[in-house]
């Protein structure tokens, strides 16, 4: 069975503090997606990484897959309150309808 | 965005009585999903379905069945609901293809059962 470890699952931080999550597990993925999930809403995916090593940014988060494509991390700069949010990773199998979910990093930035 | 439409958005049950939750999608998605949601468990995976009549079970998917009788419709009906069974539930879909791998999202049904 495939499992995905996310850490910390719970984190609190001032704005302007830089964090990471990260997204572990003992499987291959072909490729590995981030979502983010606000409250009363369902999560909305931020990023898709398919190479091992490859590394995405997207303004203030850099998203990155590990070499051996079983783990990656997210890392967010100089975070502000509009970050607070659900982050989940999800792994994706061989095949098309597979997706393994992480439990979630719930990240809360304060003012 | 895809167009994807859960309902209800809210239900409280009683427990015994069956319930019937609808995705809808206007996408043409060729797959669709249907998770809970639990503090600390994340997304669990309850059924999905990899075309019309096509279904399959998920991890977590005793108490619950499934029907696609059209490519924009999944049905989720729990046949006698339980206290544990109250949770959050969403609906998903993703197109076919490698360059298709974005799960798409209702925006939940929060169930109650008392």
């Known amino acids: 069975t495939q499992l995905l470890k996310q850490s910390p699952q719970f984190l609190s931080i001032q704005e302007g503090e830089n964090l990471t999550v990260y997204c572990n597990s003992s499987?291959?993925?072909?490729?590995l997606q981030w979502y983010r999930q606000e409250p009363g809403e369902g999560p909305v995916l931020l990023v898709t990484?398919?190479?091992g090593g490859e590394v995405k940014k997207l303004k203030r988060l850099t998203f990155q897959f590990g070499d051996a494509r079983k783990d990656s991390s997210l890392h967010i700069t100089a975070a502000q309150t509009g970050d607070t949010g659900l982050y989940l990773c999800?792994?994706?199998?061989?095949?098309?309808?597979?997706?393994?979910w992480g439990a979630g990093t719930k990240l809360i930035i304060k003012p | 965005d895809a167009g994807i439409t859960q309902s209800p958005r809210h239900k409280v049950t009683e427990t015994g009585t069956p319930v019937t939750l609808r995705c809808h999608q206007t996408?043409?998605?060729?797959?669709m999903y249907w998770y809970r949601q639990d503090p600390g468990h994340g997304l669990r995976l309850i059924h999905y379905?990899?075309?019309?009549?096509?279904?399959d079970k998920g991890e977590v998917s005793d108490g619950y069945s499934v029907s696609r009788s059209k490519t924009e419709d999944f049905l989720l009906t729990l046949e006698s609901a339980t206290s544990s069974q109250t949770s959050v539930y969403f609906c998903?879909?993703?197109?076919?293809?490698?360059?298709?791998?974005?799960?798409?999202f209702g925006q939940g049904t929060r169930l109650t059962v008392v």
């Open positions: 499987s291959v993925f072909s490729s």
């Open positions: 996408e043409n998605h060729r797959y």
């Open positions: 999800a792994g994706g199998g061989d095949s098309n309808y597979q997706l393994i």
């Open positions: 990484v398919v190479t």
């Open positions: 379905s990899y075309g019309v009549k096509d279904t």
């Open positions: 998903a879909t993703r197109g076919q293809g490698a360059m298709n791998t974005e799960a798409f």
